[in-house]
Every structure is written in structure tokens, then in C-alpha cells.
């Protein structure tokens, strides 16, 4: 599975960004899309989860500012930020599994300035 992220970029805090994560492979068959993020010297966290049928989950940090959606006939999901804070600074990855094995994409840099 190859996974292509677009999108991300600087943003000033209160700001939005949307970034989007096209796979190679049908949303059908992968069942489930992730965003994970990962910060400077922290851990990488999972920011935002769906699956094919449209089941959502958040990291409470981001609930209610944050919505991931799908388009199956793009294979694409997205992930729509709102109310960016400076903490929401962090490399966001694209994440699927897939027969027990883990696909990233190349993550993408969000910025928030304050």
C-alpha cells in the first residue's frame, strides 16, 4: 500500500489547514485510515481514525477542532483542522494496516505559529 499526503503548511494559531492522504489500495480493502503525528522530541500519537464505513475516533486533544473524513472513490481521507493551536505542531502521517503490516506516508509538516 502507498500512501501520498498533500497538503499541511505554516498557519497562525486559530487558523486551519486541511491535509489529505490519496492510498493505492481500495479504503474497502484496507478497512481503516489513520492520522498520527509525532512533535519534537515526543512520541508519535494517533491524532484521528476512520473506517471504510465511516466510524470516527479522536485523541481528545483534538475533538471538536479536528473532523477526518473519506471519499472512497478517491480512496482519499482527509483530515480538516480547525482552531489550530501552537501544540498542534507536529509531522502528520498517513497510516493504513493491512494484513498485520503498517503503511506510512511521508508525512507532512504543520506549523501553527502563536
Known amino acids: 500500500v502507498q500512501l501520498v499526503e498533500s497538503g499541511g503548511g505554516l498557519v497562525q494559531a486559530g487558523g486551519s489547514l486541511r491535509v489529505s492522504c490519496t492510498a493505492s489500495?481500495?479504503?474497502?480493502?484496507?478497512?481503516?485510515m489513520r492520522w498520527q503525528r509525532q512533535a519534537p522530541g515526543k512520541q508519535r500519537e494517533l491524532v484521528a481514525s476512520i473506517t471504510s464505513g465511516g466510524r470516527t475516533y479522536y485523541a481528545d486533544s483534538v475533538k471538536g477542532r479536528f473532523t477526518i473524513s473519506i471519499d472512497n472513490a478517491k480512496n482519499t481521507v482527509y483530515l480538516q483542522m480547525n482552531s489550530l493551536k501552537p501544540e498542534d505542531t507536529a509531522v502528520y502521517y498517513c497510516?493504513?494496516?493491512?494484513?498485520?503490516?503498517?503503511?506510512w506516508g511521508q508525512g507532512t509538516q504543520v506549523t501553527i505559529s502563536s
Open positions: 497510516n493504513a494496516r493491512l494484513d498485520y503490516t503498517d503503511y
Open positions: 489500495r481500495s479504503l474497502f480493502v484496507i478497512g481503516a
